[in-house]
Antibody, heavy 120, light 110 residues
């Protein structure tokens, strides 16, 4: 079955960096664009970024543009999110999500999330 | 990339119907037929219940339905059941390969 497993979260200070990973299984990873979505605990969802099938194209929310980089390794069925210059407002549970259709923006599979806390 | 507007709360008694609105702009909801709705239970990942405005994924009861008029999309839950109590989020494609979510609505089954 389809499975997405995030890792790499933790507690960091403002200005520091962190890299999240999302290991995929149960489907042909290289055939899907994959997204990152975050959620401040107790608050709403915020779309973060998407990467195309090949990894050639990446798109970001304005709130993270220039600080976060989404990438993928199709040989390892793994998605990444490099987060630099972290701010307190980046504190959230970060989910990777697979769309229903190859390049869509509606997500039928989500991971369990990995928590990032940015605090001094 | 402004968040879509949802009412913070909604409620209904078992068996009743409730409708949750999701208001955006011509750049997102009004400009594309790519509105989705998610149900999120406490400490769980969101679950897709409506996509492309009106479509239901396999396994989602037909008590859940979606619609759109202009810049506002709506989710209707008919025949409310206690297990429908959850947070509901809308999302819309916003052009240029970006997505925007609503702020979420907490549905209470009285």
């Amino acid at each position: 079955q389809v499975r997405l497993v995030e890792s790499g979260g933790g507690v960091v200070r403002p200005g520091e960096s962190l890299r999240l990973s999302c290991a995929a299984s149960g489907f042909t990873f290289k055939n899907y664009a994959i997204h990152w979505v975050r959620q401040v605990p107790g608050k709403g969802l915020e779309w973060v970024a998407v990467i195309s099938f090949t990894g050639k194209n990446q798109y970001y929310a304005d709130s993270v543009k220039g600080r976060f980089t989404i990438s993928r390794d199709n040989s390892q069925d793994t998605l990444y999110l490099q987060m630099n210059a972290l701010r307190s407002e980046d504190t959230a549970l970060y989910y990777c999500a697979r769309p229903l259709t190859f390049g869509g923006f509606d997500f039928d599979y989500w991971g369990q999330g990995t928590l990032v806390t940015v605090s001094s | 990339q402004s968040a879509l507007t949802q009412p913070p709360s909604a409620s209904g008694s078992p068996g009743q119907s409730v409708t949750i609105s999701c208001t955006g702009s011509s750049s997102d909801v009004g400009g594309h037929n790519y509105v989705s709705w998610y149900q999120q239970c406490p400490d769980k990942a969101p679950k897709l219940i409506i996509f492309e405005v009106t479509k239901r994924p396999s396994g989602v009861p037909d008590r859940f339905s979606g619609s759109k008029s202009g810049n506002t999309a709506s989710l209707t839950v008919s025949g409310l059941q206690p297990e429908d109590e959850a947070d509901y989020y809308c999302s819309s494609y916003a052009g240029s390969n970006t997505l925007v979510f609503g702020g979420g609505t907490k549905l209470t089954v009285l």
